[in-house]
């Protein structure tokens, strides 16, 4: 499970924390002015991130980093690695680097379980939609990337699809809340009465990818019936676009848990883009202007990214919510490809943002490791979880992530292009913001935001 969404309980207020009064800082080695610095700074932090992988060594297991937590052989929950695999395949789709292809490859098939479906026993115990379906999507990011096929195993794609297809059966949405996923997919898991954003914005965003790989219109059709249903139960807000973690079935979902995180807002705006990107129709192009607009807002104060429902407070997030600054950024850079017009409101800020988050790379041994708070502009050492480290793969997953997301060109195509990977995408790189869009107002909803961080605590405790 993607632990604790469900459970904050102390309202935190998210005052963006001031720039400490720094003496001497070092100077990050990453660079991101030119289309070089960046290839340069992703190689190396690629390197440096899997280094923390544990999963192509001699009698470890694919697809995994160290953990779960409950039985205290790391601190990492099964979903991290699926946002891991992703992580690599946006860098080879952005870069072409194929370095990693293998290892990748290894980890997505080791991990589908045996009926290919991404629901592997090892991982009943804790098994939640949005886990299931954060591996589905690394898996569909495969196909769109041109990963090479493993022979003599499903597709990527019909992987994806075959996963897509347990989380459509009927099993899965019963009547309370009129519909909808829940969080936990076993009904004796912890969290199995919790039907929340994560599970049901993962599914929107891989069936809108999937019906755009496959052009299967029945896909298209759950994308739209989920984005209806998380309007109708208030877990978006239509008003602002703010997006709340979810609520509980003995409610019928009326308690809604009002936290915010930026991967429940990313993934809507992932979905809506790649629902707009095939359908050009304006009920979807209106709702991603406006999601869009409302992620930057909220979750890039200063135009650099944070984790607003707990980064004011020091090691208020936990290990899993250190690794949603990466994803955002993703989803934000991958949009802009989907949908063009949005490239000239996006780009800039997640340039600007990525420029806050390499300035925390100076840390540790090799000088380079890189910190979470990334509008602090200095290295704070990730906080331990447990005994057993390494503790910072969501910190240098997130700055790899932000880095090679400058790679996007909106101008010569994205994900799910039908020729693979665009390793000939030497377009005119992250100086190029695209065409001049008439859509992203990039203040839209700049009142609400600005209510967003300077009082906090507008979420009710669950
Ligand atoms: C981007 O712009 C900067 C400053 O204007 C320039 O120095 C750099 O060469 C440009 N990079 C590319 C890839 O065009
Ligand atoms: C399941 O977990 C066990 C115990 O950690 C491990 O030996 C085995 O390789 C795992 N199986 C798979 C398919 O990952
Ligand atoms: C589209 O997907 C649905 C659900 O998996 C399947 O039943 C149907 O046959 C597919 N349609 C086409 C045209 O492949
Ligand atoms: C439960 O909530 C939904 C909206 O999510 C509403 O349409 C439905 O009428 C409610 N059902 C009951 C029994 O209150
Ligand atoms: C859909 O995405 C492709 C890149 O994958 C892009 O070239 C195309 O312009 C997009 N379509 C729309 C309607 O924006």
Same mark, same amino acid.
Not at 48 to 77: C, H, Q, R, T, V
């Given at each position: 499970?993607?632990?604790?969404?469900?459970?904050?309980?102390?309202?935190?207020?998210?005052?963006?924390?001031?720039?400490?009064?720094?003496?001497?800082?070092?100077?990050?080695?990453?660079?991101?002015?030119?289309?070089?610095?960046?290839?340069?700074?992703?190689?190396?932090?690629?390197?440096?991130?899997?280094?923390?992988?544990?999963?192509?060594?001699?009698?470890?297991?694919?697809?995994?980093?160290?953990?779960?937590?409950?039985?205290?052989?790391?601190?990492?929950?099964?979903?991290?690695?699926?946002?891991?695999?992703?992580?690599?395949?946006?860098?080879?789709?952005?870069?072409?680097?194929?370095?990693?292809?293998?290892?990748?490859?290894?980890?997505?098939?080791?991990?589908?379980?045996?009926?290919?479906?991404?629901?592997?026993?090892?991982?009943?115990?804790?098994?939640?939609?949005?886990?299931?379906?954060?591996?589905?999507?690394?898996?569909?990011?495969?196909?769109?990337?041109?990963?090479?096929?493993?022979?003599?195993?499903?597709?990527?794609?019909?992987?994806?699809?075959?996963?897509?297809?347990?989380?459509?059966?009927?099993?899965?949405?019963?009547?309370?809340?009129?519909?909808?996923?829940?969080?936990?997919?076993?009904?004796?898991?912890?969290?199995?009465?919790?039907?929340?954003?994560?599970?049901?914005?993962?599914? #929107?965003?891989?069936?809108?990818?999937?019906?755009?790989?496959?052009?299967?219109?029945?896909?298209?059709?759950?994308?739209?019936?989920?984005?209806?249903?998380?309007?109708?139960?208030?877990?978006?807000?239509?008003?602002?676009?703010?997006?709340?973690?979810?609520?509980?079935?003995?409610?019928?979902?009326?308690?809604?848990?009002?936290?915010?995180?930026?991967?429940?807002?990313?993934?809507?705006?992932?979905?809506?883009?790649?629902?707009?990107?095939?359908?050009?129709?304006?009920?979807?192009?209106?709702?991603?202007?406006?999601?869009?607009?409302?992620?930057?807002?909220?979750?890039?104060?200063?135009?650099?990214?944070?984790?607003?429902?707990?980064?004011?407070?020091?090691?208020?997030?936990?290990?899993?919510?250190?690794?949603?600054?990466?994803?955002?950024?993703?989803?934000?850079?991958?949009?802009?490809?989907?949908?063009?017009?949005?490239?000239?409101?996006?780009?800039?800020?997640?340039?600007?943002?990525?420029?806050?988050?390499?300035?925390?790379?100076?840390?540790?041994?090799?000088?380079?490791?890189?910190?979470?708070?990334?509008?602090?502009?200095?290295?704070?050492?990730?906080?331990?979880?447990?005994?057993?480290?390494?503790?910072?793969?969501?910190?240098?997953?997130?700055?790899?992530?932000?880095?090679?997301? #400058?790679?996007?060109?909106?101008?010569?195509?994205?994900?799910?292009?039908?020729?693979?990977?665009?390793?000939?995408?030497?377009?005119?790189?992250?100086?190029?913001?695209?065409?001049?869009?008439?859509?992203?107002?990039?203040?839209?909803?700049?009142?609400?935001?600005?209510?967003?961080?300077?009082?906090?605590?507008?979420?009710?405790?669950?």
């Amino acid at each position: 499970m993607i632990a604790s969404l469900a459970s904050v309980r102390s309202a935190a207020v998210a005052v963006p924390l001031l720039l400490a009064g720094l003496t001497s800082a070092a100077e990050s080695p990453f660079k991101v002015d030119s289309r070089e610095d960046i290839l340069k700074s992703a190689k190396t932090l690629a390197e440096d991130l899997m280094a923390l992988y544990e999963g192509n060594k001699p009698g470890k297991i694919p697809g995994i980093l160290p953990g779960p937590p409950s039985d205290f052989s790391g601190p990492y929950y099964w979903w991290q690695a699926g946002a891991f695999m992703s992580t690599y395949i946006d860098y080879y789709r952005l870069t072409g680097d194929d370095t990693y292809n293998q290892i990748v490859a290894e980890g997505l098939m080791w991990q589908t379980g045996p009926n290919y479906d991404y629901l592997p026993p090892n991982q009943t115990a804790s098994i939640g939609n949005d886990d299931q379906c954060t591996w589905a999507s690394a898996a569909i990011g495969a196909a769109e990337a041109g990963l090479p096929d493993v022979k003599g195993k499903p597709s990527w794609a019909e992987i994806a699809e075959t996963a897509l297809s347990t989380m459509a059966h009927p099993s899965r949405h019963d009547d309370t809340c009129d519909g909808g996923l829940r969080w936990q997919i076993p009904p004796s898991n912890l969290g199995y009465d919790y039907k929340n954003t994560i599970s049901n914005a993962c599914y #929107l965003s891989l069936a809108a990818r999937v019906a755009k790989f496959t052009g299967n219109e029945t896909y298209a059709d759950i994308a739209g019936d989920t984005w209806d249903w998380l309007v109708n139960v208030g877990f978006i807000d239509e008003e602002n676009y703010r997006v709340y973690d979810g609520g509980h079935v003995q409610n019928n979902c009326t308690d809604v848990n009002k936290a915010q995180f930026s991967i429940n807002s990313a993934l809507l705006v992932q979905g809506a883009a790649y629902m707009f990107n095939q359908t050009s129709d304006k009920v979807w192009r209106d709702r991603l202007t406006k999601i869009t607009d409302a992620t930057l807002e909220n979750f890039f104060p200063d135009d650099v990214a944070f984790e607003l429902p707990c980064e004011g407070r020091r090691d208020a997030c936990n290990i899993d919510m250190r690794a949603f600054k990466g994803i955002t950024h993703r989803y934000l850079a991958a949009a802009t490809e989907l949908a063009p017009f949005l490239a000239e409101g996006v780009l800039p800020v997640l340039k600007k943002s990525t420029e806050a988050a390499v300035k925390t790379c100076t840390g540790g041994e090799s000088g380079r490791e890189c910190g979470f708070y990334w509008s602090e502009g200095k290295y704070v050492k990730p906080e331990a979880v447990g005994k057993v480290g390494p503790f910072n793969v969501g910190e240098q997953m997130n700055v790899l992530a932000a880095v090679e997301g #400058l790679l996007v060109d909106p101008a010569t195509g994205g994900p799910a292009s039908p020729d693979g990977p665009t390793e000939t995408n030497t377009g005119a790189g992250p100086n190029q913001t695209g065409p001049a869009g008439s859509g992203a107002g990039r203040f839209e909803v700049g009142v609400m935001t600005a209510m967003v961080v300077g009082l906090g605590a507008l979420f009710v405790t669950a």
